[in-house]
C-alpha cells in the first residue's frame, strides 16, 4: 500500500470513534469448496448490517440521487481525502475511506467530477500501480451502489481469495493477445495480462470487443500489480445476470440476500442479512458465483 494512504487510514481512524473499529461485529466464516475438476475454491463470508444499502440497491433505471453521496460538497465533513492524478489522462480523483467497509482499508476512489459510472482500463491500471492494492469496478448494473457518479474501490491484494486459487488454474484459448477464460474456478471469469508500457484501454477494448459486450454496465473488474511477474493481472467478469434466482425467492426461508459484485466474484461473499448468514450452504454459495 502506498504510504500516503496508510497515512490517510490512520489519520480517518483517529478523527473520531465513529471512523474506528467500522468491522467490529462483522461476523466472517470460512469455506473451501472442491470442484469436480480437482481444483480447491476458498470463500469467505461475511454478515454485514451496514452494507443493506449496496446489496439491496435498485437495479437498472436507478436514479441519480438528488443529492449525490459522493460529490465533495455532500460527503460527511469529517471524512478526509487525498488527491490523486491519473497518467496520463489527467483525470483527478479523491481517495477516500468507504464508511461501510468490507475490508481493513477499503478505499473509494471517486471522480472529482459527477460523471456516470465507466471503467478507464488506464485509469484504474494507474492506480493499481500507484496504490499497490488490488482495484476493482463494479459496473453500473452490476453493483455500483451509486452509478451516476464514476467510482473505484480498493484494498489490500490478500483479502480476495480468487488471487491465490486462480494460481492453481489452467487457461483456456485466447481470447486476444492478453487474455484467456480461467479454467477450474467455475465461474466466467478472464484473466487479462498487461505491462506498464502496455496500452491498457486497447487491450481492454480489444476484449470486449471479441466477448461481444458493447458497454461496461454488466461488467465487474479487479487488477493488481504483480511485483514478481512485473504484470498488471486483471480478473473480468462479463456478468449475466446481477442477481440470482433465490434473492427473489418468494418464501422467505429460501430467500438469499446476496447481491455478486466484484467482491464475491473474487471469493468474499458479503450479507446484510443475519438469516442468510446462517442458512446459506457452501454448495448455495458456489451455485450463486457460478451462475453469475
Ligand atoms: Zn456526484
Redesign the pocket.
Known sequence: MHPDIAILVKNQENVSAEWRDKLHGVEQRHYTYSSPLGNIIHYTLQCNTERVRSTMAKTNATPTPVK?R??AENRPSDQLFIEWIAQPSGNVFDILINPFPIFPAHLTVVSKS?RPQHIDAQDIQDFAFYSKMAVFFNGADCGASIP??MHYQAAPIECFNIVEDAQKCSLGENLTDCASYIQGLERNVILMTTNRSDNAMEKFNALMQQIHRTDDRMINVLVYWNESQEQFLWFIFPRQKFRPDRFFAENEEQRLLISPATAELCGVIVTPDINTFNRITVDDIHTIISQS
Do not use: S
Open positions: 449525490c459522493i460529490c459527477h451516476g457518479h
